[in-house]
Each structure stands twice: as C-alpha cells, then as structure tokens.
C-alpha cells in the first residue's frame, strides 16, 4: 500500500505569499498524514486566470524563483506544482516534479483549452508529445516536456486538464504504452452546475480505466481571479473504480484528500466515503456563496448593498449573502470567518443574521408605480435574514428629471408617447443613491441582471445594470424562479414566501397598465428554449424554428423566434457593458467569458427572412 494525495487550493492571480503559504500548509498536511505522493492543482503558483500576465517574461522567471522556496518542504514527499515556464519566448503551461528536496522535471501540458470560458492559446502553446528539453542555465538545466518520473517504484506521468478532455490526443494513451502505474492531473476546471459528475466520469472513471492505471484528479478551489468559480475536487480512481471524491467548494483555503492504494492487488484498495453533495440546487448555492465570499476578502471590500425590490432577482441576491454567511461561518469557524471579512467576532457572537446585517445593506427605492405588496415582500424577506433595511421614494427626483426634460423638449412627455424613457428614468434614478450608499459603507454593489434579461437587454443601461458585480448574470429567470421555492422549503429561507407568489414585473409602468416581464417578452420557457438552440447550441433562426416547431403555433413562434434575434443583436452593447458575473451554468452572455458577439451586424436580417 502507498499513500497519494490530492490537494486543492484557494490561491489568487499572482500573490505570491497567498499561494506559497497554501501550497507549503497542503504539503505539511499531506507529509502528517503520511502521503508519498501529492498533486497540487494546475498554475497553482501563479494562479490560473493571470492572463495576458502569461505573456511577459517576468511572470515566469518569478515562479520559478517562487518555486525555490518550495522542495524543502519537501522530505519523504513527491509533490506535483503547476506553473508557466518561458521558452524561448513562449509560454508552456507546466507541472513540477519535487521529490525528496529536489527538483526532477517540469511535464508541459500538451493541449490548451480553448473553447467556452477558456483562451489559452492566447498565452500558452502545446508542448508536442514525445519532445524533451533541457530548460538552461536560467531553470537549473532542469528535463521538460513530455516526461515520465519513477519513486517509490511507481511510474507516473501527467495529463493536464485539458488533456484529458480530448478523444485522441490524450496523453494517457502514450503514458500508457510507457507503463505508468500512476496518472496525475493537474486542473484549472471552471465551475457549472451538473459538471462534475462528468469530471469524474471522463477524467477520472475512464481514464483509469483506459490506461489501466491509478488516477489522482486535483482542480483550484474557489472564486480565483473574480469571474469563474473552480470546484476545487479532487478525484482519485483506479481501472475504472472511483476511490475517493471530496467534498467540493470548500471554504478552506486547503484541503487534502488521500487515499491508500494498493497498485499491485487492486482489489485491496479501500474506496473512502464521499460526502460530496451533488444536487443542482444545493451546489449552486454552494458554488455562489464560495464565489461571494471569496469576492468580499479577496476585494478587501465591506460588504454588499443591493437595491431590493421583493422581485425575483434581487431576493435571490439578498438569499445568497445570507447563505454565503451561513455555509462559510458553519465551516470555518466564527473566528475565521470574521477575521477575514474584517469583522469583530465578539459584536457577532455567532449570529449569523447579525453578520449578514453588518455585510448586507438594502434599500426599497418605491414610485408612485411601486405597489404595497413588493414593498412587504421586500422588508420582510430582508427582516428573516437580518439585512439592514431602508426604503424610500424616489418620486421627487423622477418628478424633477422629468420636469426639466419636457421644459428642455418644449412638450409634455406621457405614457403613449414616451413608455421606454418614462420606464428607464425610473430605473436610472435608483441608481445614484445606491451608488451613494454603497460609497459611503465601501461595500460592493450588487446588481440583480439575469441570464434571460442580459438575451434580449430587458434592463435599463446604468439603473438596475448599475453595480461592480453581477452574481446572478449566468442563471436564467426560470432557474431563478424554482431556485427560490426551492430555497424557501429546503433551506428555511421562510422570508421567501412573498416573494414566491409573486410574478416577474418591472413596476416601471402605472400600476394599471399590470405590466409583466413576460408580456413585453414572452414566456421565459420559451425564451429559454430559444436560448439554448441559439446560443448553446450555436443555431440558425431557421434550425431554432425547425427544432421548436411541433410545440408551437407556427405564427406565434416565428414572432418569438424573430424578436429573440432581433433583440440579442440591438443589444450587445448592452451585454458588453453588464458588470463582472460569475460563471455558474453551461452557457453564460458575458463577453468576457463564454459568449462573443459582435456589437453592430445585420441583426440576422438576411436569416429572419428566411422564417418565411
Ligand atoms: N447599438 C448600440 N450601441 C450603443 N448604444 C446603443 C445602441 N443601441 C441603443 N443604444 C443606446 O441605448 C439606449 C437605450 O437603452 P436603455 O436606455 O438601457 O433602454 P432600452 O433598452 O431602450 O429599454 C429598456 C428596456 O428594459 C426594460 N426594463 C428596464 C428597467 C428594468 C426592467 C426590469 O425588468 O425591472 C426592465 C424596459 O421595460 C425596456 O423594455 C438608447 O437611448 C441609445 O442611447
Ligand atoms: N422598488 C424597487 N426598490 C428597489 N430596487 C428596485 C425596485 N424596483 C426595481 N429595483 C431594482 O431593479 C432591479 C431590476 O428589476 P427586475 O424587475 O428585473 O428584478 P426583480 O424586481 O428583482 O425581479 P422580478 O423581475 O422577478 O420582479 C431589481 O432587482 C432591483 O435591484
């Protein structure tokens, strides 16, 4: 029997003391539990998401001094460090072998990712299989490349992520023909919900399965670099057997994950128990309130304020604080927890609604259009989870923009003539003052846009987009939507009640009017379907038709299918300009990450004709 290990790590684009620290306490707690072999996660010392960084010769010459600090720690230990080496003026995404103090090899990742949230053939390249070179004078004249390494007498080699992920390249194929015993891999792999059955399938359960050999999956651990959220699993199977998964989303900074293997007689190999939770909805309030607090220490910012309009979205907002401040105190501790938001633990004495009042300001921002009803869902939702609470109107300032632009217009605006700016006013005028607020408590500004919103630009640019963080921008509304009854029963969230009965609407128009989201839309279903045959599945308005058409009037389709299209192209721009969000589904609308899109085009002019 041999001891491995995995070992995930919360680490931040380039703080070099951060990650250090953590990849120095997963050692010692892996050489206290005995462990002989350790794979940490994938450009662990500098972090995945340091971008066009990557690009400069300083990043890599950097880590490689930071990685000095590291072999010794490393007695009676063979440990995996992920970082970039500089060759010749390109960067290769590597993985050190330290074993026993020394240095051995640096395994360079032979295919990039490249396709949704990733771009790395932007700063790396793949290292071509079956090439070794000598790293020079500068690296310790340290072998790189396509390598495989013996201790203990286990022969192992590496997959880097990516590497696994594909059909015919995978490097186990040929790691295989070389007889390794052991297969490490080293993975920066992003966060969606319902992905990481497929991680331990693909990587884990086939590819030991495959080459015949032991496996050890470690993914980076928590929201890194602002954006995307990584699990931080580790993964452990042989010939085909899962052995061992941890729990995942983790609030620990590390976390260590071995298991005993026998390579020899599989059969006595003893899989440990896992108490990983994979449910849909549990997990993406997991992986959220991982991506929250993470944001809140790694920002150094006070806390959250968020406009609150007993409406869907920003009651999610408001839930998922309140859930980032239970998940995280029940499992690191009060003490931690406040220690690293900044917070004076005595003053909390383990509330968790006191420390949402201290971290969560909402303000009820009401019109002559607002009703009593989301006023009440409001206040009460942010009463059941102790959030400050404040509301007020904002007819006065409405009424004064309004006044000044019809003397400068030379006209009286109404309801017939002017529907949009009189709505958008609305919105914009609530966005100063929350603005304000947010200043004054140097706290983050939340701002509640969702996926199926961000489709069609149903927001008003700079009032309800405004905000330096988009939480929820990656979930559509009908997520939204069972997310919140579901979170009403299961977690006891009992403040939802009010929220849940009632229906998405913008209260931007007279209260008469009964405006809803779905008559200016359409049903969110079949925005979402429309969505995903568009979007996800990259179709044509006519293959979106083809594929929808026997559930629907013909007529009524080609209109929904046309206004979709129509207004995913206008708005763009809109989509370009939405704040940061968090990568939580399979597809996501910011430009940044998963989805790009040109600002002007023709609108899909050419191809709505063709839908008659
Ligand atoms: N291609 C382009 N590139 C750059 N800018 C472009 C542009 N096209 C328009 N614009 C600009 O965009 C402006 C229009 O955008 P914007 O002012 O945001 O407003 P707009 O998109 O015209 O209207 C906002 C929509 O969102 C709905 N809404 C608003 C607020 C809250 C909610 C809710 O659900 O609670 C819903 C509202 O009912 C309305 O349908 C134009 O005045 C123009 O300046
Ligand atoms: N009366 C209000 N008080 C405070 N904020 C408001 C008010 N009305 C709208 N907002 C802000 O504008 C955002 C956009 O409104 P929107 O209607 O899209 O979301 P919602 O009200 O949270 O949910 P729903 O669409 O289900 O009603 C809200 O999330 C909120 O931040």
Same mark, same amino acid.
């Given at each position: 029997?041999i001891?491995?290990?995995?070992a995930t790590v919360?680490q931040?684009p380039?703080?070099w003391?951060?990650?250090?620290?953590?990849i120095?306490?997963?050692?010692?707690?892996?050489?206290?539990?005995?462990?002989k072999?350790?794979?940490?996660?994938e450009?662990? +010392?500098?972090?995945?998401?340091?971008?066009d +960084?990557?690009?400069?010769?300083?990043?890599?010459?950097?880590a490689?001094?930071?990685?000095?600090?590291?072999?010794?720690h490393?007695? $009676?230990?063979?440990?995996?460090?992920?970082?970039?080496?500089?060759?010749?003026?390109?960067?290769?995404n590597?993985?050190?072998?330290?074993?026993?103090?020394?240095?051995?090899g640096?395994?360079?990742?032979?295919?990039?990712?490249?396709? $949704?949230?990733?771009y790395?053939?932007?700063?790396?390249?793949?290292?071509?299989a079956t090439?070794?070179?000598?790293l020079?004078?500068?690296?310790?004249?340290?072998?790189?490349g396509?390598?495989?390494?013996?201790?203990?007498?286990?022969?192992?080699?590496?997959?880097?992520? %990516?590497d696994a992920?594909?059909?015919?390249?995978?490097p186990?194929?040929r790691?295989?023909?070389?007889?390794?015993d052991?297969?490490?891999?080293?993975?920066?792999?992003?966060?969606?919900?319902?992905k990481?059955e497929?991680?331990?399938?693909?990587?884990?359960?086939?590819?030991?399965?495959?080459?015949?050999c032991?496996?050890v999956?470690?993914?980076?651990?928590?929201?890194e *670099?602002?954006?995307?959220?990584?699990?931080?699993?580790i993964?452990?199977g042989?010939?085909?057997?899962?052995?061992?998964v941890n729990?995942?989303?983790?609030?620990?900074?590390?976390?260590?994950l071995a298991?005993d293997?026998?390579?020899?007689?599989?059969?006595?190999?003893?899989?440990?128990?896992?108490?990983d939770?994979?449910?849909?909805?549990e997990?993406l309030a997991?992986?959220?309130s991982? *991506?929250l607090y993470d944001?809140?220490?790694?920002?150094?910012a006070?806390?959250?304020?968020l406009?609150?309009?007993?409406?869907?979205?920003?009651?999610?907002?408001?839930?998922?604080?309140?859930e980032?401040?239970?998940?995280?105190?029940?499992?690191?501790?009060?003490?931690?927890?406040?220690?690293?938001?900044?917070?004076?633990?005595?003053e909390?004495?383990g509330?968790?609604?006191?420390a949402?009042?201290?971290?969560l300001t909402?303000a009820?921002? $009401?019109?002559?259009?607002?009703?009593?009803?989301?006023? %009440?869902?409001?206040?009460?939702?942010?009463?059941s989870?102790?959030a400050?609470?404040?509301?007020?109107?904002?007819?006065?300032e409405?009424?004064?923009?309004?006044?000044?632009?019809?003397k400068?217009?030379?006209?009286?605006?109404?309801?017939?003539?002017?529907?949009?700016?009189l709505?958008?006013?609305?919105a914009?005028?609530?966005?100063?003052?929350i603005?304000?607020l947010?200043n004054?408590k140097?706290?983050?500004?939340l701002?509640?846009?969702?996926r199926s919103?961000?489709?069609?630009g149903y927001?008003?640019?700079?009032?309800?987009?405004? $905000?330096?963080l988009?939480?929820?921008?990656?979930l559509?509304?009908?997520?939204?939507?069972?997310?919140?009854r579901?979170a009403?029963?299961n977690?006891a969230h009992t403040? +939802?009640?009010?929220v849940?009965?009632?229906?998405?609407?913008?209260?931007?128009?007279?209260?008469?009017?009964n405006q809803?989201?779905?008559?200016?839309?359409?049903?969110?279903?079949?925005?979402?379907?429309?969505?995903?045959h568009?979007?996800?599945?990259?179709?044509?308005? /006519?293959?979106?038709y083809?594929?929808?058409?026997?559930?629907?009037?013909?007529?009524? /389709?080609?209109?929904?299918?046309?206004?979709?299209f129509r207004?995913?192209?206008a708005?763009?721009?809109?989509?370009?300009r939405l704040?940061?969000?968090?990568?939580?589904?399979?597809?996501?609308v910011?430009?940044?990450?998963w989805?790009?899109?040109?600002? /002007?085009?023709?609108?899909?002019?050419e191809?709505?004709?063709?839908?008659?």
């Amino acid at each position: 029997m041999i001891r491995i290990a995995g070992a995930t790590v919360n680490q931040i684009p380039f703080d070099w003391k951060n990650n250090v620290d953590n990849i120095v306490s997963a050692i010692r707690e892996a050489r206290n539990q005995n462990v002989k072999i350790l794979c940490l996660p994938e450009l662990c +010392l500098t972090g995945y998401g340091c971008e066009d +960084l990557f690009l400069s010769d300083w990043l890599s010459e950097k880590a490689w001094h930071h990685l000095q600090a590291i072999p010794e720690h490393c007695d $009676g230990i063979t440990v995996s460090v992920g970082l970039p080496v500089r060759i010749d003026g390109i960067t290769y995404n590597g993985a050190c072998v330290i074993s026993n103090k020394k240095i051995l090899g640096v395994t360079l990742k032979q295919n990039l990712a490249k396709d $949704g949230v990733h771009y790395e053939t932007r700063w790396f390249e793949a290292w071509p299989a079956t090439q070794v070179t000598d790293l020079g004078t500068a690296y310790q004249h340290v072998q790189a490349g396509d390598l495989t390494y013996e201790v203990e007498g286990i022969r192992f080699g590496f997959e880097i992520c %990516e590497d696994a992920w594909r059909q015919t390249n995978r490097p186990g194929y040929r790691l295989c023909e070389r007889g390794v015993d052991l297969i490490m891999n080293p993975s920066a792999s992003h966060f969606a919900m319902s992905k990481s059955e497929l991680r331990e399938k693909v990587v884990v359960i086939d590819g030991s399965a495959k080459f015949n050999c032991v496996y050890v999956f470690t993914n980076l651990l928590g929201n890194e *670099a602002g954006r995307m959220i990584y699990d931080g699993d580790i993964i452990i199977g042989q010939r085909g057997r899962l052995l061992a998964v941890n729990r995942r989303l983790s609030f620990k900074k590390v976390n260590v994950l071995a298991c005993d293997i026998d390579f020899r007689e599989p059969g006595n190999t003893r899989p440990v128990k896992s108490l990983d939770n994979k449910e849909k909805n549990e997990e993406l309030a997991q992986a959220v309130s991982l *991506a929250l607090y993470d944001y809140l220490r790694k920002s150094k910012a006070k806390g959250f304020v968020l406009s609150l309009s007993g409406g869907a979205d920003s009651s999610l907002c408001a839930v998922l604080v309140a859930e980032m401040v239970k998940r995280a105190s029940a499992e690191i501790g009060w003490k931690d927890f406040c220690a690293s938001l900044g917070l004076d633990e005595k003053e909390i004495n383990g509330s968790w609604q006191r420390a949402v009042n201290k971290l969560l300001t909402c303000a009820y921002q $009401g019109t002559r259009n607002s009703s009593e009803t989301t006023l %009440e869902a409001a206040r009460s939702l942010a009463g059941s989870i102790g959030a400050e609470f404040h509301a007020w109107t904002i007819d006065e300032e409405v009424t004064s923009y309004t006044a000044k632009i019809e003397k400068a217009a030379g006209r009286k605006l109404s309801w017939e003539t002017d529907d949009i700016a009189l709505q958008n006013i609305q919105a914009r005028t609530r966005s100063p003052i929350i603005w304000m607020l947010a200043n004054i408590k140097r706290a983050v500004l939340l701002t509640t846009s969702n996926r199926s919103e961000g489709d069609v630009g149903y927001a008003t640019m700079d009032g309800d987009t405004s $905000g330096s963080l988009a939480p929820i921008a990656g979930l559509s509304k009908t997520f939204i939507l069972q997310w919140l009854r579901w979170a009403e029963k299961n977690l006891a969230h009992t403040g +939802l009640h009010a929220v849940n009965n009632l229906q998405p609407t913008a209260e931007l128009r007279p209260l008469e009017r009964n405006q809803t989201d779905e008559a200016d839309l359409m049903p969110y279903a079949v925005l979402e379907e429309i969505e995903r045959h568009a979007i996800l599945n990259r179709k044509s308005p /006519l293959q979106v038709y083809e594929a929808m058409k026997d559930h629907y009037d013909a007529g009524q /389709l080609k209109a929904y299918i046309k206004k979709f299209f129509r207004l995913w192209s206008a708005n763009q721009w809109k989509r370009e300009r939405l704040a940061p969000s968090f990568h939580l589904d399979d597809l996501n609308v910011d430009p940044r990450t998963w989805c790009r899109f040109p600002i /002007l085009s023709s609108a899909f002019a050419e191809e709505l004709e063709a839908l008659e």
